[in-house]
């Protein structure tokens, strides 16, 4: 019997150095470094703005309020008959709140004090074009001639352009640059002889639109907006980390 238990005992404590061991290994794996590899994938497509914005505005001047809306509101007519002769329809238009406010002559006395005085009042009326026809609008910005001839003078900034499916290209690019950052990664790991594993994490990088081919433009980090161009490039990356088998 007391052999019996002495079997039993050295069997048992092998039996538990055996475990011993196997959760010792078990924890070394969990805690042993997983190799990883991290790649950037990016993408570029140019495209073609199909939504042209563009303000302009133009002012009347008075010796009193009343009168200077009075000639704004009638400088409105003609340049409302003048969008409509141009084939602007009139849901692209939008006339905003007319302002009003004094005017001033500034000079120096012959003290040398630079002084003010009220000379009347203003109205101002500024005007907002939306439209999908690109070319017209661009067509419009440089003749506005006809308005002058009338003593309407246009102060015109610069039309903006914008691309009404910009949602739809930012996704399709993140595909294809999250592809592209997969393609990156499989060539690293098969020429390093190792095998992609799962994906660990994936961040995005900022999305960009800039003018193509332009020195005058760089990337930010809240992501460049060009709306002075026509054509555009938009470009995006995504950075991809797999483990590594």
Same mark, same amino acid.
């Given at each position: 019997?007391?052999?019996?238990?002495?079997?039993?005992?050295?069997?048992?404590?092998?039996?538990?150095?055996?475990?011993?061991?196997?959760?010792?290994?078990?924890?070394?794996?969990?805690?042993?470094?997983?190799?990883?590899?991290?790649?950037?994938?990016?993408?570029?497509?140019?495209?073609?703005?199909?939504?042209?914005?563009?303000?302009?505005?133009?002012?009347?001047?008075?010796?009193?309020?009343?009168?200077?809306?009075?000639?704004?509101?009638?400088?409105?007519?003609?340049?409302?008959?003048?969008?409509?002769?141009?084939?602007?329809?009139?849901?692209?238009?939008?006339?905003?709140?007319?302002?009003?406010?004094?005017?001033?002559?500034?000079? *120096?006395?012959? +003290?040398?004090?630079?002084?003010?005085? $009220?000379?009347?009042? #203003? %109205?101002? =009326?500024?005007? &907002?074009?939306?439209?999908?026809?690109?070319?017209?609008?661009?067509?419009?910005?440089?003749?506005?001639?006809?308005?002058?001839?009338?003593?309407?003078?246009?102060?015109?900034?610069?039309?903006?352009? *914008?691309?009404? +499916?910009?949602?739809?290209?930012?996704? $399709?690019?993140?595909? #294809? %640059?999250? =592809?592209?950052? &997969?393609?990156?990664?499989?060539?690293?790991?098969?020429?390093?002889?190792?095998?992609?594993?799962?994906?660990?994490?994936?961040?995005?990088?900022?999305?960009?639109?800039?003018?193509?081919?332009?020195?005058?433009?760089?990337?930010?980090?809240?992501?460049?907006?060009?709306?002075?161009?026509?054509?555009?490039?938009?470009?995006?990356?995504?950075?991809?980390?797999?483990?590594?088998?």
């Amino acid at each position: 019997m007391k052999n019996k238990a002495v079997v039993i005992a050295i069997i048992a404590s092998i039996g538990l150095f055996l475990a011993a061991i196997a959760v010792g290994v078990a924890f070394y794996q969990t805690k042993k470094p997983q190799k990883t590899v991290s790649v950037v994938g990016l993408v570029e497509k140019d495209f073609t703005s199909d939504l042209i914005v563009w303000e302009f505005y133009y002012s009347a001047e008075a010796g009193d309020m009343k009168e200077a809306y009075s000639k704004l509101k009638g400088q409105n007519e003609v340049v409302k008959a003048y969008l409509k002769n141009a084939g602007i329809p009139d849901k692209e238009v939008d006339f905003k709140k007319i302002s009003t406010g004094p005017t001033y002559n500034s000079f *120096y006395d012959d +003290k040398g004090n630079w002084r003010q005085v $009220q000379t009347g009042y #203003e %109205a101002r =009326q500024v005007v &907002r074009i939306e439209s999908r026809d690109i070319e017209k609008i661009e067509s419009l910005t440089r003749d506005i001639a006809e308005l002058y001839d009338q003593n309407i003078m246009i102060n015109n900034d610069n039309p903006e352009y *914008y691309y009404t +499916k910009l949602s739809d290209l930012k996704m $399709q690019m993140l595909a #294809e %640059a999250s =592809q592209d950052a &997969r393609n990156r990664a499989e060539t690293i790991t098969k020429n390093a002889g190792a095998k992609l594993g799962d994906l660990k994490s994936a961040n995005m990088g900022v999305f960009q639109i800039t003018k193509p081919n332009s020195s005058e433009e760089s990337y930010t980090w809240g992501g460049a907006f060009n709306t002075s161009s026509k054509e555009k490039r938009a470009s995006i990356n995504m950075r991809l980390t797999y483990y590594v088998k």
